[in-house]
């Protein structure tokens, strides 16, 4: 099957974007960008997978509300967006996993309650070239090739082809997730191309027909392959479709998070309210991502 996706991706490679919304209008700057006011700044950053989630619903709550607050919002991966919480150079952080024991432990020492909100459901899917002939596979499959043991597409039943593996770089929750649920928590084997960013694996999948690599659901407005997963459960082949991901028949799902240190900062509070309202619901929807409140 193909599978469209839509992605938001960084516009310069080399520095962080900093994408500003002030008024409802989306305003894109560097980050030599600077603010006077820094009570009306709301900082955000972390995880790429979630950037694109938060940049709508900051756009719906600006609609909503006539807020004056100022968004500053970048990417760098869930690990970054926590370190950043953690060192207070920012006010909340997206991770498209959960927060580690040892990263909650750093808030526990310094005094600070880390308040978590569980914003959506997501799925890891794994994709292939379209001239890819492989249209599902287990786990331990996948597992398989990205620790080395399987190596030719002909060992599944494919082209006689080496395979070529790429996987998000350390650093990134999609990475962290993938390692710890499909990779037993082990490291991948070092022939793996390790990527920046969702685009760069989607980019080298497209261009390479004997790749494979890993995204979630969310994102691209082009065609690729995406394989169904097979389910011990139901003893099936569960393509990542949006209903499937709701029922949970999917095997490989997760959830995306956005976490605040809970102290006395008034800022954030009525966006943070907002984030745990039903006004998220239909904009989770948008960007092709599950309601919790969907899950059955």
């Keep these: 099957m193909i599978f469209y996706l839509k992605f938001i991706t960084n516009m310069f490679q080399n520095f962080i974007v900093k994408i500003l919304i002030f008024g409802g209008i989306l305003l894109i700057y560097s980050c030599s960008s600077s603010f006077s006011n820094k ?41 970054e967006g926590i370190s950043s919480l953690q060192n207070e150079s920012i006010d909340i952080a997206i991770s498209s996993r959960k927060i580690k024991k040892g990263e909650k432990l750093i808030f526990e020492n310094h005094k600070k309650k880390i308040v978590e909100i569980p914003l959506a459901k997501d799925a890891l899917i794994m994709i292939v070239n379209n001239h890819n002939m492989i249209k599902n596979m287990t786990v331990q499959q996948i597992n398989d090739i ?79 392959n995406v394989l169904s997963i097979f389910n011990p459960a ?19 799902t997760r959830t995306l998070y956005v976490y605040y240190v809970d102290k006395n900062q008034s800022k954030i509070v009525e966006f943070t309210t907002f984030l745990n309202s039903k006004y998220i619901k239909p904009v989770i929807n948008k960007v092709g991502l599950v309601s919790l409140n969907d899950i059955y």
């Design 146 to 224: 990205y620790k080395g043991k399987i190596t030719n597409w002909s060992q599944l039943g494919g082209e006689d082809l080496e395979i070529f593996a790429c996987s998000r770089s350390f650093g990134s929750g999609t990475y962290d997730f993938f390692k710890q649920n499909v990779l037993s928590n082990s490291e991948p084997d070092t022939n793996v191309f390790l990527m920046p960013d969702a685009q760069s694996v989607f980019n080298f999948v497209e261009s390479n027909r004997n790749a494979i690599g890993y995204l979630g659901s969310s994102n691209l407005d082009q065609t690729i």
């Design 234 to 252: 139901n003893n099936q082949f569960v393509y990542p479709s949006v209903e499937n991901i709701k029922s949970n028949k999917y095997p490989i």
């Design 39 to 79: 009570d009306s700044l709301i900082s955000i950053k972390g995880s790429e997978t979630g950037q694109a989630l938060i940049i709508e619903l900051i756009d719906c709550y600006k609609t909503k509300f006539d807020s004056s607050i100022i968004f500053d919002v970048s990417g760098g991966g869930s690990q």
